[in-house]
Nanobody
């Protein structure tokens, strides 16, 4: 069992930056690949970025490449999402999620159905 708690959301102007954190409970955090998804009002949840359990590979949605960076600190049981050059279209509730390391992230990172555990979400609002 893994419990996830996101933090770091807020209101920022376009072009600004935010860093989201996702703190995980449990001793098995290092055996999970982690992902970030987001959901805007009236839209489906969409994939943002994921990182393998080892931290050796990352996968980004085209819409955030070059602007967002995912990282993990297994000593702190935390995964981070650094968001730079934010745009109004980045406004959404951001969720972190965990999937077991045996899931082939290269094939399934984008599929929310592959993630077993989810946080409650944190709101990010980017004003124009």
């Amino acid at each position: 069992q893994v419990q996830l708690v996101e933090s770091g959301g807020g209101l920022v102007q376009a072009g600004g930056s935010l860093r989201l954190s996702c703190a995980a409970s449990g001793r098995t955090f290092s055996t999970y690949a982690m992902g970030w998804f987001r959901q805007a009002p009236g839209k489906e949840r969409e994939f943002v970025v994921a990182i393998t359990w080892s931290g050796g590979s990352t996968y980004y949605a085209d819409s955030v490449k070059g602007r967002f960076t995912i990282s993990r600190d297994d000593a702190k049981n935390t995964v981070y999402l650094q968001m730079n050059s934010l745009k109004p279209e980045d406004t959404a509730v951001y969720y972190c999620a965990a999937t077991p390391k045996y899931v082939t992230l290269r094939l399934h990172a984008f599929d929310p159905g592959r993630y077993d555990y989810w946080g409650q979400g944190t709101q990010v609002t980017v004003s124009s």
